[in-house]
């Protein structure tokens, strides 16, 4: 059992990870963009990569932090601990939902 809560605490800590270096890389382009735009450069596509990029590092951090949880669950498994990750299923499913919604709709970037 010791072994199964070591796997979920690594497999958790990716998943913060992958959030983590996600985020890094999109304040990383955001600083470039924002920086090209005050040279006169139309920016409005590079954001827009900018968020579909970070929304899948989100997406994929998401994955990791459920796997966790439901090998915790397995390893304890209780009545409350299956509230908890039914709970979190639900909330990743709405998140994720949204998620890729915005990750595939278009905008219109004629206006800066």
């Known amino acids: 059992m010791f072994l199964l809560e070591l796997m979920a ?7 913060v990870g992958v959030i983590f270096w996600g985020a890094m890389r999109a304040i990383i382009g955001l600083l470039r963009s924002e920086s090209s735009k005050s040279a006169g450069a139309l920016i409005c ?9 970070f929304g899948s590092f989100i997406l994929l951090g998401l994955e990791f932090l459920l796997a966790a949880d439901i090998i915790l669950t397995i390893v304890e498994p209780s009545t409350e601990g299956l509230i908890i990750l039914g709970s979190i299923i639900i909330l990743r ?20």
């Open 9 to 15: 605490n690594f497999i958790g800590l990716i998943g």
């Open 45 to 53: 596509k590079q954001r827009e990569h900018l968020r579909h990029h």
């Open 93 to 112: 499913s709405i998140i994720g939902f949204f998620l890729d919604k915005e990750i595939g709709k278009s905008h219109n970037c004629n206006n800066e």
